[in-house]
């Protein structure tokens, strides 16, 4: 298989835009129209997030273990949608199909062979996983929404109950789907750490013209039913293997799987190195978690808690950037940072703590973009730090 030769086509694909996803879901759904309920009425973040999902496989086609683990997350996730062996040979051939009508004469017998040969490797990767993971788990989740609380104007803490045992690690994500928004998923962190009762705290802000953001913020009540998908993600669960004193950067409700870390690590009696929780915000009514995060410090003498303003007439506390205060409580660079914002927080912060001569493999990142695949967004923004 020519990795360079999928690299160099799928560049010429990627110039293409939203042309290319376009024609590929037209082919899809004549193939079989049976598939398009799979996806939301309005399909143009749906076609962004294909473009995506395939230029991070291309772009890692010749590393197995990346590509292996990107894959199989995929195919777990997929089961959600309710997607089968089959349908992957339906996807295969829309695939190859777009291929042929975008490269033009560049889609050669050879090329196309090494395409086929690609997808049915990432195929049977995500097939395996979903089949290994049906044996265990349930597709999905249904739960119980238990209480909204109302913390901002646009903003609410929800509480569920799965139906099931859910197997999430601290720093996960989850898809969240409710049934007035047919094939629309958000996903939110989990704020706590696994319980024993099962229930889950998410954090969720209404996105303006979002399409679930607003109902579940605004709407939802007590006594509901929502659906989750599979937990996600591996990279902020990465401070599991971490032997160093931890930085965690949030940004709005990026705080909430930064805030499961935390509680995790106030459940391990041996961990006693050092955790700084830096919480960055516009103005001091946007720090609406305060409460659990100060009791979590108040019970961990090794966690320091420093919430950050960007302006605040009456703010006795930090003013400026999450960044800056990252920088100032650790200057040397030598904790392993976790970062959680908005994309425009994770990358401004990142770019910072670069050109601070922080080591690119100790800053670990994820975008809390509202329908952005988690690893995918972490690998979009750094690379490197994807495990």
Not at 190 to 198: F, I, V
Not at 211 to 230: C, E, F, I, K, N
Not at 369 to 386: D, F, G, K, Q, R
Request: charged share 20%; glycine share 8%; with cysteine.
């Amino acid at each position: 298989m020519n990795a360079d030769a999928l690299r160099k086509s799928w560049r010429h694909v990627e110039e293409l835009g939203d042309e290319a996803a376009t024609t590929f879901y037209s082919f899809l759904f004549t193939a079989d129209p049976r598939l398009r309920s799979m996806f939301p009425m309005g399909m143009s973040e749906q076609r962004d997030k294909l473009l995506k999902a395939l230029g991070h496989i291309v772009a890692n086609v010749d590393d197995i273990r990346l590509l292996s683990s990107f894959a199989s997350q995929l195919g777990r996730d997929h089961r959600r949608f309710g997607v089968v062996a089959h349908h992957y040979q339906t996807v295969g051939r829309a695939l190859m199909e777009t291929l042929r009508r975008s490269l033009g004469p560049g889609w050669t017998p050879e090329l196309a062979a090494d395409w086929m040969r690609a997808y049915n490797f990432v195929a049977q990767l995500m097939i395996n996983a979903a089949d290994a993971d049906g044996r265990v788990n349930p597709a999905a989740w249904p739960a119980r929404v238990d209480a909204v609380e109302r913390r901002g104007a646009d903003l609410s803490v929800i509480t569920v109950t799965p139906q099931y045992p859910y197997p999430y690690l601290a720093g996960q994500s989850c898809a969240v789907h409710h049934q007035s928004r047919p094939a629309v998923w958000r996903y939110l962190s989990p704020a706590n750490a696994p319980r024993p009762d099962n229930t889950i705290e998410f954090h969720v802000r209404a996105i303006p013209g979002g399409q679930l953001s607003p109902m579940l913020t605004y709407q939802l009540r007590a006594g509901d039913v929502v659906t989750l998908g599979p937990p996600v993600g591996t990279v902020l669960a990465g401070w599991r293997r971490s032997g160093s004193e931890l930085m965690l950067i949030a940004g709005g409700t990026g705080l909430a799987p930064l805030r499961s870390i935390v509680e995790q690590l106030t459940l391990d009696r041996y961990w006693s190195k050092r955790v700084t929780l830096v919480i960055g915000a516009d103005t001091e009514t946007d720090l609406y978690d305060m409460s659990a995060v100060n009791a979590l410090e108040s019970r961990a003498s090794w966690l320091r808690v420093i919430p950050v303003v960007r302006r605040g007439r009456r703010w006795t506390g930090a003013v400026g950037t999450a960044a800056d205060v990252a920088l100032q409580a650790s200057p040397h660079g030598t904790a392993e940072i976790y970062l959680c914002g908005s994309d425009a927080m994770v990358t401004t912060t990142v770019e910072r703590l670069r050109a601070h001569g922080y080591d690119r493999r100790r800053v670990h990142v994820e975008s809390f973009a509202s329908t952005t695949y988690p690893p995918l967004a972490a690998a979009n923004l750094h690379p490197e730090v994807i495990s």
